[in-house]
């Protein structure tokens, strides 16, 4: 059973002007003003102008009374729209095989094709968030069984994320406006009249009476929100992707069958993807079926390809996750990201060659939704900074380190705080407490002075850390450093830390 993930960005007309403009400062308050004759209110208002008592449907006149320093910006709903699918796209291409925009301020996505993003919903929903944030967008997130219940707890929320537990939709919607339904406002409006306000109340109310007086609409947004009714989403496309399809006279569901079709229509793609001298990365099969629903595989590759054996293997290994229950009538191929590939030149078959190509390893485990990256050296003295991780089948970065000292092969994610003894200021420990345990140190090694990188922070002007390599009674070796130098407290704050394990 497939999950619905709503994600609402409640602050989209003011994070595109952000975005526009990086020079507006982050404490600096915008309100959106639309206009009507001579009519002016507040359509929509930041985070840092809520905050000051702006609110959405407020006078400008009021708000811009009420904080003088108030950033006024006219209201551009066609920006905001592209801005919006150009989202959707990117999501399109980050996350799932089936994306839609949901509304004039949301995106909704099928979490089937999101095989990278597995791993548990919520550390799902985390990194969805988390990389909403980094490009500078606020998000409110939620899954839940259907698009209707998912839309509904995203925009209820005021906190990032939400997880609706599978089969709880009735108990997390019951108290929800019924705003949230998607009804026309005339609709909600009448039904606030009548005394509703709650959808758990309309739920529970016969529906004869409200269908001779609002028609279906009612009883078809509440059986969508409960799963009575399905509700496809229709993904959006890119005009400029490269795309193929089949439609069937006749629905077919056999697995030979499909694969058949599959390999068909992979010849198909890497014939247009030829003429335009283009390799793919990302390319998803939707499978469209007769009772209106879609389920979606998508294949990944490490480096531009159009090979027609390998990927055809790719989407075979995975045509077994396909159901078609009562049929399927239209199978599309699209490259959902692809980049260009010109022809190369293959060695002589007579010529031996020692480099060997992973790529297909790369392939195979990406497409299992497992992470695969490298680590590459990066210049910088600070440990923690000096490596970063590149794709897989990213070119070879000619950099290394210079550090004339010995680095731990195992470096910990983040410092770990140890109880030392020592003689400050320049003395390793004589004894560490690391995790409860108590290591004498035996042979000890430096100090190996690292000084922060002022030009990143303001508070790294300072900061000097000690290394040390020290040996215990069993002939480990651990990597451990003193924040500060043992005596101005400015530069740190003169606790312990172990940072790394020797072989």
């Known amino acids: 059973m497939t999950r619905v993930v709503s994600i609402y960005l409640p602050d989209l007309a003011t994070d595109r002007i952000r975005r526009a403009d990086p020079s507006i400062p982050p404490e600096q308050a915008i309100a959106v003003i639309a206009k009507s004759g001579s009519k002016r209110w507040v359509a929509a208002a930041d985070d840092a102008a809520r905050k000051v008592g702006v609110r959405t449907g407020m006078a400008a006149a009021k708000a811009q009374a009420m904080f003088r320093n108030l950033m006024l910006v006219d209201a551009d709903p066609a920006a905001d729209a592209a801005a919006l699918e150009r989202i959707a796209l990117w999501a399109l291409t980050v996350y799932s095989p089936i994306v839609a925009v949901d509304g004039i301020d949301g995106i909704v996505m099928d979490t089937e094709g999101a095989d990278h993003l597995k791993g548990g919903e919520k550390p799902m929903l985390s990194r969805v968030a988390n990389q909403f944030r980094a490009k500078g967008l606020t998000a409110r997130v939620a899954v839940a069984d259907t698009w209707g219940a998912a839309h509904a707890c995203a925009r209820a929320i005021n906190r990032e994320t939400v997880n609706v537990p599978r089969g709880e939709t009735a108990r997390a919607v019951e108290r929800l406006p019924i705003a949230l339904l998607r009804l026309p406002e005339k609709i909600v409006s009448d039904l606030r009249t009548l005394g509703f306000r709650a959808i758990g109340e309309l739920a529970n109310t016969a529906r004869a009476p409200l269908a001779l007086r609002f028609g279906p609409e009612i009883g078809r947004r509440l059986d969508q929100m409960f799963g009575r009714l399905s509700e496809p989403i229709d993904p959006i496309r890119d005009p400029e992707q490269v795309e193929v399809s089949r439609a069937f006279a006749e629905p077919i569901g056999a697995a030979e069958t499909i694969n058949k079709y599959v390999g068909h229509l992979v010849v198909q793609l890497v014939a247009e993807l030829q003429k335009k001298d283009l390799g793919v990365r990302r390319t998803d099969l939707v499978v469209e079926k007769v009772d209106g629903t879609r389920q979606a595989i998508r294949a990944g590759t490490a480096k531009p390809a159009r090979d027609v054996a390998w990927l055809t293997k790719l989407f075979r290994d995975r045509t077994e996750k396909i159901e078609p229950g009562f049929g399927i009538e239209r199978l599309t191929l699209i490259a959902i990201l692809s ?32 992470r695969v990256y490298r680590v590459t050296p990066l210049a910088s003295d600070v440990p923690e900074r000096s490596v970063a991780r590149v794709a897989p089948a990213a070119a070879d970065i000619e950099e290394s380190w210079s550090h004339h000292w010995r680095r731990p092969v195992r470096l910990l994610d983040r410092p770990d705080q140890i ?85």
């Open 339 to 370: 980049e260009p590939l010109e022809e190369e030149q293959k060695s002589s078959s007579l010529v031996d060659e020692d480099m060997t190509d992973i790529t297909p390893l790369i392939d195979i485990l990406g497409n299992r939704g497992q």
């Open 419 to 503: 109880t030392a003894i020592a003689l400050l200021p320049d003395h390793p420990p004589r004894s560490i407490t690391w995790r409860g345990k108590t290591h004498k140190v035996k042979r000890a090694d430096g100090p190996e002075r690292v000084f922060g990188e002022w030009w990143r922070r303001d508070s790294e002007l300072d900061a000097v850390r000690d290394y040390f390599v020290i040996e215990n009674e069993l002939g480990e070796r651990y990597w451990v450093f003193r924040s500060g130098d043992g005596i101005d407290p400015e530069t740190g704050s003169h606790k312990w830390f172990i940072h790394g394990i020797f072989a």
